[in-house]
């Protein structure tokens, strides 16, 4: 009868024996068919469930010690059908990872165009289970996404930038969105002679205006609009336009208008460069800023500086 025994009442003694020779039997079997110990590195990975509505996560353990096969195992977990049927593979329908990169603490990866044809509930979601899963490695605390080697960007056409994984929080279980509730930026402002720099720390509140923007967008953008307080002093002109703004291996380009040729005050063009360039290498993913002018034929920042130029952190200037 299977598994089960045809038990009749025992009486004394050899119910007593019989209960030990089950008690020992049961122990014997526990110790011989206990599972072994997983080895590896623990690790959540984030899968979608069936209906693309909220993210799962399941526990993997990482053969490899090294950071880079760390990643491929990490992408390769991504792309694979889950054990849990009520879930299915992040990259699903045809998206392929092209290729992908690690520098220092920053993971870049390239998906096909068919990342494109995601609707947006299930881009926001396989964005952010990227992005968690490849954050939950040691070492790896940023994420940039890009398709077929283009930025990626939001319904309104902006560069999203680099990610982390506190950029995600689950929306009642049912959506992930992106939210926090401040962001602060560090930002490079004049001083009352204009040359120098003054530190300033700005707090925004993370709403629907500013969720979808790049940070360096929003770091410029910041800077155009001036200081908030008596004690600092603008560095551009308000009228100024930001016409382009991309990252590239830790290099943000910038492309203004002929206004920010214009100087403020008494400011010196040092320090309106250098307001820029140390405003910008406050976050994470940039080290250096080039900036160019949109149809300044002659490639100079007001007569002094090539566009060729790329800046570096100046804390010289710095008061």
């Known amino acids: 009868m299977g598994c089960f025994m045809d038990w009749k009442p025992l009486r004394g003694y050899h119910k007593v024996l019989f209960l030990l020779s089950?008690?020992?039997?049961?122990t014997v079997l526990m110790t011989g068919c206990s599972e072994e110990e997983p080895q590896g590195t623990p690790i959540?990975?984030?899968?979608?469930?069936?209906n693309e509505t909220k993210l799962v996560t399941e526990k993997h353990y990482l053969t490899s010690t090294d950071t880079k096969d760390m990643i491929v195992e990490v992408l390769t977990l991504l792309c694979s059908v889950p054990d849990n049927?009520?879930?299915?593979a992040t990259l699903t329908s045809g998206i392929n990872i092209i290729t992908y990169s690690y520098d220092g603490e920053q993971v870049i990866v390239s998906l096909g165009e068919k990342y494109k044809e995601l609707s947006r509930t299930t881009e926001v979601l396989t964005r952010a289970a990227l992005v968690r899963s490849l954050t939950n490695i040691p070492d790896v605390n940023y994420v940039m996404l890009t398709v077929n080697?283009?930025?990626l960007t939001d319904t309104s056409g902006n560069a999203i930038g680099v990610m982390t994984s506190d950029m995600f929080v689950n929306n009642a279980g049912a959506q992930v969105e992106t939210v926090n509730s401040t962001v602060t930026l560090r930002l490079y402002f004049a001083n009352e002679d204009g040359d120098g720099l003054?530190?300033?720390n700005r707090e925004l509140a993370h709403n629907a205006d500013i969720s979808n923007v790049p940070m360096e967008k929003l770091v410029v953008e910041q800077l155009i609009s001036g200081p908030k307080n008596n004690e600092t002093y603008p560095t551009i002109s308000p009228d100024t336009k930001l016409v382009n703004i991309t990252v590239r291996d830790n290099i943000c380009y910038l492309t203004f208008d002929s206004a920010i040729l214009?100087?403020?005050?008494?400011?010196t063009t040092d320090v309106t460069i250098y307001s820029i360039v140390n405003s910008l290498v406050e976050l994470s993913n940039i080290n250096k800023v080039q900036i160019s002018i949109d149809g300044n034929k002659d490639g100079k920042f007001r007569d002094k500086y090539e566009a060729s130029t790329v800046f570096e952190r100046n804390l010289s200037?710095?008061?």
């Open 22 to 26: 089950l008690l020992f039997l049961s």
């Open 317 to 319: 200037l710095i008061n």
């Open 198 to 200: 003054v530190a300033v």
């Open 149 to 151: 080697g283009e930025s």
């Open 85 to 88: 049927k009520e879930l299915k």
């Open 44 to 50: 959540d990975i984030s899968y979608l469930n069936k």
């Open 262 to 267: 214009t100087a403020v005050n008494n400011v």
